[in-house]
T-cell receptor, first 115, second 112 residues
Framework: ETGVTQSPTHLIKTRGQQVTLRCSSQ?????VSWYQQALGQGPQFIFQ???????GRGNFPPRFSGLQFPNYSSELNVNALELDDSALYLC??????????????FGEGSRLTVL | QQQVKQSPQSLIVQKGGISIINCAYE??????FPWYQQFPGKGPALLIA?????SEKKEGRFTISFNKSAKQFSLHIMDSQPGDSATYFC???????????FGQGTTLQVKP
């Protein structure tokens, strides 16, 4: 069973640039959720994708966008980077079945530094 | 109303002792309360979770106590071990949708 994998693991960008982060979900999982974890803080929900469509969004501006592909992998795109976007970006996959979502399985994250 | 407040921010416990971490919430629509463990450089991993229809859930050395009227829940780690040293996050969601609201985290250090 393959776990959640994220790439890249670390990256450095400058203000105003754009970044794309990638996530491969765990085998058999059909839902991907993205979280932002600032240093010393708990993860904050960005958005969730199910069946290639956004299925809920947290309190993040539109410059945070995403995609989910037919194989359930996902991308997180952030435009016009700001210094406060520096954080660990976590992807979590799960299986939506019935009325709820199963356990979230997190990847190890992509550490973004904005200079 | 969407916040989950966690305390303490950090905790030092001797090996064999009991570690207790507390969380409080406001939104009464929350009905799924997981605890996650995170080691440095790793993503969070689910430790144990509870729904509000029970007041306690135990898995090995880990126990969640839930007080629905007080809107509080806590994690108890019995016989704490140095390998338990990590950051612990409580969280809450509505109907286990995968859209979790996390607490601020507690860094636990278990001294040998």
């Amino acid at each position: 069973e393959t776990g959640v994998t994220q790439s890249p693991t670390h990256l450095i960008k400058t203000r105003g640039q754009q970044v794309t982060l990638r996530c491969s979900s765990q085998s058999g999982h059909n839902t991907v959720s993205w979280y932002q974890q600032a240093l010393g803080q708990g993860p904050q929900f960005i958005f969730q994708y199910y069946r290639e469509e956004e299925n809920g969004r947290g309190n993040f501006p539109p410059r945070f966008s995403g995609l989910q592909f037919p194989n359930y992998s996902s991308e997180l795109n952030v435009n016009a980077l700001e210094l406060d976007d520096s954080a660990l970006y976590l992807c979590a996959s799960s299986l939506v079945a019935g009325s709820g979502t199963g356990e979230l399985f997190f990847g190890e994250g992509s550490r973004l530094t904005v200079l | 109303q969407q916040q989950v407040k966690q305390s303490p921010q950090s905790l030092i416990v001797q090996k064999g002792g009991i570690s207790i971490i507390n969380c409080a919430y406001e939104n009464t629509a929350f009905d799924y309360f997981p605890w996650y463990q995170q080691f440095p450089g790793k993503g969070p991993a689910l430790l144990i979770a509870i729904r509000p229809d029970v007041s306690e859930k135990k898995e090995g050395r880990f126990t969640i106590s839930f007080n629905k009227s007080a809107k509080q829940f806590s994690l108890h780690i019995m016989d704490s071990q140095p390998g338990d040293s990590a950051t612990y996050f409580c969280a809450a969601s509505i109907s286990n949708t995968g859209k979790l609201i996390f607490g601020q985290g507690t860094t636990l250090q278990v001294k040998p």
